[in-house]
């Protein structure tokens, strides 16, 4: 019986769309040129904010990519000393992927329920029936 993987953590998850913004040069050129969208990490374009990004989760051990909350300052530190950026720079890394985790726990609130993020493409479920008092 094989073993299932872990599914991936909310960094880990950041740290797959960075690498496409980070790869795809037309699909960056594409959000850099949009008129009103700022770089997320107030880098020249958002491929150069997903580089330093990854190299940011890419310096956090397992246990800190699981849960960034254990992070102390000082870590924090350590982390921007080996990924090569400043630390205001992880501290909004690890703010941003909050604030994506926290948005992808109100959306399995909302009408759709229990529904994972990947079937938020999917076309909603059929609402129930109207309730017929007479059968």
């Given at each position: 019986m094989a073993d299932t993987p872990e599914p991936p953590n909310g960094l880990e998850q950041?740290?797959?769309?960075?690498l496409r913004?980070?790869?795809?040069?037309?699909?960056?050129?594409?959000?850099?040129?949009?008129?009103?969208?700022?770089?997320?990490?107030g880098g020249a374009s958002v491929a150069d904010d997903?580089?330093?990004?990854m190299a940011v989760i890419d310096a956090m051990t397992t246990e800190e990519r699981r849960s960034p909350e254990i992070a102390?300052?000082?870590?924090?530190?350590?982390?921007?000393?080996?990924a090569g950026v400043a630390?205001?720079?992880v501290d909004s890394v690890l703010e941003f992927a909050a604030r994506l985790s926290d948005q992808a726990d109100s959306l399995r609130t909302t009408r759709?329920?229990?529904c994972e993020?990947?079937?938020l493409f999917?076309?909603?479920p059929e609402p129930p029936a109207p309730w017929n008092p007479r059968g």
């Amino acid at each position: 019986m094989a073993d299932t993987p872990e599914p991936p953590n909310g960094l880990e998850q950041l740290r797959r769309v960075l690498l496409r913004f980070a790869t795809d040069e037309p699909f960056a050129a594409t959000i850099d040129g949009i008129s009103g969208m700022a770089s997320p990490f107030g880098g020249a374009s958002v491929a150069d904010d997903a580089e330093r990004a990854m190299a940011v989760i890419d310096a956090m051990t397992t246990e800190e990519r699981r849960s960034p909350e254990i992070a102390t300052q000082r870590r924090r530190g350590e982390i921007a000393v080996t990924a090569g950026v400043a630390v205001d720079l992880v501290d909004s890394v690890l703010e941003f992927a909050a604030r994506l985790s926290d948005q992808a726990d109100s959306l399995r609130t909302t009408r759709w329920g229990s529904c994972e993020p990947r079937d938020l493409f999917s076309p909603p479920p059929e609402p129930p029936a109207p309730w017929n008092p007479r059968g």
